[in-house]
C-alpha cells in the first residue's frame, strides 16, 4: 500500500514529499512540455533521494477533475519518451481515456497511440487514468501493451453511494443505533471495498505486491 498523490501541482508534490508520502504524481500535463520537463526533473531527484516513486504525466487526460479538464486526447509519444528519459518511476500518456463516466459515444481507448507510446519509452511502466467504465476487454488489452497501473475512483464512489442510499432509503438510520456513523457508512465502505477487489481480480494484481 502506497500514500500515493494523484495529479499533484508541483507545489502540492512538494508539500507531500515533506508530510512523508511515499508515492507522487505530479502532472505537469498542462505546462508547456519544456516546462512540464523542467519541473518533472527537479521532483526526479528529490524522490530518488529520499527512496520515492514518481509518477509524471503527458498529454491531457478528458473529463473533469479537481478543477482540470481536458478533452480525451492522445498523448505524443516523443513527449513521453522525454519525459520517460528523466528517470520517473512511472508514466501517465493519454490515450483517449476520461476521467469520470464515459460518453455513450466514446471512441474506446487508443490502441495505436499505446502502442507508440510504448515503443519509444520500452519497459517504463505506464499508468491509465480514468478506469471507471472502461470495458474489460480493453483493459485486459492496454495491460498487454504496458499500462501497469491503472486508477479508479468515480466507480468506487458510485459504489459507495449506492449502498449508501439503500440504507437510508430502507430506513435503518431511523432503527437502533442506525445512525451511528459506524453502522450508516459501513455498507458503502463494503461496497467500495468489493469494487476493488473485483478491479483486483480483472486487473490480476492479486498476490503481486
Ligand atoms: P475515474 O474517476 O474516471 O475512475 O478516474 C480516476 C483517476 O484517473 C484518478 O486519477
Redesign the pocket.
Known amino acids: 500500500v502506497a500514500l500515493h498523490l ?2 499533484g501541482s508541483f507545489e502540492g508534490a512538494k508539500a507531500c514529499i515533506n508530510a512523508g508520502f511515499s508515492s507522487i504524481m505530479f502532472d505537469g500535463s498542462h505546462y508547456p512540455i519544456a516546462e512540464n520537463i523542467a519541473k518533472t526533473t527537479q521532483l526526479v531527484h528529490t524522490c530518488d533521494v529520499l527512496g520515492l516513486s514518481l509518477e509524471a504525466e503527458v498529454g491531457s487526460i478528458g ?1 473533469e ?1 479537481d478543477g482540470v479538464i481536458g478533452a480525451g486526447e492522445c498523448a505524443d509519444p516523443d513527449e513521453c519518451k522525454a519525459i520517460a528519459d528523466l528517470g520517473v518511476t512511472m508514466l501517465a500518456a493519454g490515450i483517449g481515456n476520461i ?2 463516466k464515459y460518453p455513450e459515444n466514446w471512441a474506446g481507448l487508443s490502441f495505436e497511440t499505446l502502442a507508440a507510446v510504448k515503443e519509444k519509452v520500452g519497459d517504463m511502466p505506464l499508468v491509465l ?4 467504465g472502461i470495458p474489460a476487454d480493453m483493459i485486459k488489452k492496454a495491460i498487454s501493451l504496458g499500462v501497469a497501473k491503472i ?5 468506487c464512489q458510485l459504489a459507495f453511494q449506492a449502498a449508501t442510499r439503500e440504507y437510508i432509503e430502507a430506513g435503518k438510520d431511523l432503527q437502533g443505533k442506525g445512525f451511528d456513523p459506524r453502522k450508516l457508512l459501513a455498507p458503502g465502505f463494503e461496497a467500495i471495498k468489493a469494487t476493488v477487489k473485483e478491479k483486483m481480480e480483472l486487473f490480476g494484481s492479486i498476490g503481486k505486491a
Open positions: 494523484d495529479h473529463g477533475e476521467h469520470g487514468h480514468g478506469g471507471t486508477n479508479v475512483n468515480t466507480e
